[in-house]
C-alpha cells in the first residue's frame, strides 16, 4: 500500500482505503491477507472486502495464519464478553461486541434480556467458518439464550453479499421483554432498526431523568425510549415521531410501565419533527424539558454543513419553547460533525434566541459501547445536557 495508508495503520487506526493499495489488490472475499508498505515491511493482517471502500481492516498486527484466525476470532470474543461484565450493571441488555473498538471489525453484537441480536457487516464475517465460531461462542457465554442474526440490506448490497432475511439462527425465541435502568421495552428481533433498539442511549436515558421536570417534549421518540425514561419523573410527556409503527410499539411499552408513570398518560404524536416544532414554537408552546434525539443527518463529510443547519433549526425552536431553568437534551450520531461542531452549533443557536443557556453535561454512548483511541468513529455520539437561565 501507498505511504497514506502505511501511515494511517501505523497511527493505530486499522481502515485502509481502496484508493491507497497499491498495486490494487487481488485476494478473495473476505480473504486474510498480510499487510506491507511500498517498501515490503510488515504492517500486520487484516480481513480483505472486495467491495467496499474500506478494502482492508486491520485486525493484528502481528502476522496471522488462517489457521489462527478461528483461535483469534474466539479469543477477542472472550475479551469483549470479559470487558462487559465489568462495564455493565443492573441490566439485562448491552452492546457484546462494538466492531472495531473490540478489534472485531465487522461484527455487532446486542443483547436483548434472552436474546442476543448478531449482525455481520463485512465479507470476512460473513464467512460461514466464522460465522459458526461466533455462534459457538456466543453459545458458551450465554447459555439458553436464542440467536437472531440482524441483516442490513444496503450493508449487504455494498459488500456484494447475496440477499439475505432477518433470521432466528438459535434457540426458539425471536421476541421478549428486556430492561433499561428498570424501563421495559418490548424487543422483536425480525424488524425494526439497527440490531432493535438504542442500546447506546441505555446511560443517556438516565441521565435525562434526573434533570427532568414538568411538562416534557421527546422528538424522534422512535420506541419510546427518552419518554418513558421521563414519564417517570415529569407530570407530563410527548412523545414525536414520523413512524406510526415505531409509535405503535412505544404504547405497548408504556402499557409495560404503566405503574411506574409520574405522569398519567403519555401522548404519542405522529409528525415530523421540524413541521411539529415550527407550528409549536409559532403558537407558542412552553415545555420544561425538552429532547432531541434525531436520526443521523450527516452520513458524509460533505452533507455536514447542512446537517448542522438541520440540527441548528431543531435546536433553535427547542430552546424558544423553554420555560426559564427548562432543560434541552440534544443528541447527535452523525459521525461526521464533531462534539466541537455540535456544541458551536447549540451556541449559536443560543445567541439567536438571545438566553443564557449553560451546559450541565456532555456525554457519549453508554460503557458497552467503548471508544478506541485511535479510531474516532467509534466516539459518534453526542448528548449534551443544558439549561437555559433561570
Known sequence: MNHRGAARLRAGHPWVYR?????????ADGSLVQVRDERGRRLGSALYSSASQIAIRLLSTDEISDNALPVLVRERINQAVQVRQCLTRDTDSFRVIFSEADLLPG??????????????????LDRED????????????????????????????????????SRLLLGDRSSTIFALNGVQFHFDGLSGQKTGAFLDQRENYA?????????????????????LHLARVCASVAGVDASRPALEIAEQNEQLNRAQHGCSEIEWIEANAFDLLKDYATAGRQYDTIVLDPPAFAKTKRTVPTALRGYKELNLRALKMLR????????????????????????????????????????????????????????YLKCVICQTEP
Open 19 to 27: 484508493s491507497d493499495l497499491v498495486p490494487p489488490a487481488e485476494a
Open 107 to 124: 461484527l455487532i453484537v446486542d443483547k436483548y434480556n434472552d436474546i442476543l441480536a448478531v449482525q455481520a457487516v463485512t465479507q470476512a
Open 130 to 165: 466464522l460465522r459458526q465460531i461466533v455462534v459457538e461462542s456466543l453459545t458458551a457465554h450465554f447459555p439458553g439464550a436464542s440467536l437472531i442474526e440482524r441483516i442490513d440490506p444496503h450493508i449487504r448490497e455494498l459488500e456484494q453479499l447475496p440477499p439475505r432475511e
Open 207 to 227: 441521565a435525562a431523568a434526573r434533570y427532568a421536570h414538568g411538562a416534557a417534549l421527546d422528538v424522534f421518540t422512535y420506541q419510546g425510549g427518552f419518554a
Open 324 to 379: 426559564p431553568g427548562g432543560i434541552l437534551v440534544s443528541c447527535s450520531c452523525s459521525f461526521h460533525v464533531s462534539e466541537a461542531e455540535f456544541v458551536g452549533m447549540l451556541g449559536a443557536a443560543a445567541a439567536d434566541t438571545g438566553r443564557q443557556v449553560r451546559i450541565l453535561e456532555k456525554r457519549g454512548a453508554a460503557m458497552d459501547h467503548p471508544v478506541l483511541l485511535n479510531v474516532p468513529e467509534t466516539a
